[in-house]
């Protein structure tokens, strides 16, 4: 969590997109970083299974930011 909200705190660029796109990369790196954790420490199948959603949807849709603002060299790194 801490990571998340370190990493969170970015200086508004005046560019409403790339500020967006600063700030919800982190948040939805956070639930994966979270989900991982959980899968590692449940034996509870039901939230393993919401887990491995987690980790799946928020990676599609860190992809799709790092598409909308056209930005290659984070669109290259494909899944952080």
């Known amino acids: 969590m ?6 969170m705190q970015s200086r508004p660029s005046g560019d409403v997109d790339q500020d967006f796109v600063a700030q919800m990369i ?9 989900a991982v954790a959980v899968l ?13 959603e987690i980790i799946v949807t928020q ?6 930011m ?6 290659p060299q984070l669109a290259a790194n494909g899944r952080p």
């Open 2 to 7: 801490a990571t998340m909200m370190r990493d």
């Open 26 to 34: 982190p948040h939805h790196q956070g639930a994966i970083q979270m």
């Open 40 to 52: 590692g420490n449940t034996q509870n199948v039901r939230l393993r299974r919401l887990a491995e």
């Open 59 to 64: 990676r599609e849709e860190i992809l799709a």
């Open 66 to 71: 790092q598409l909308a603002i056209s930005d």
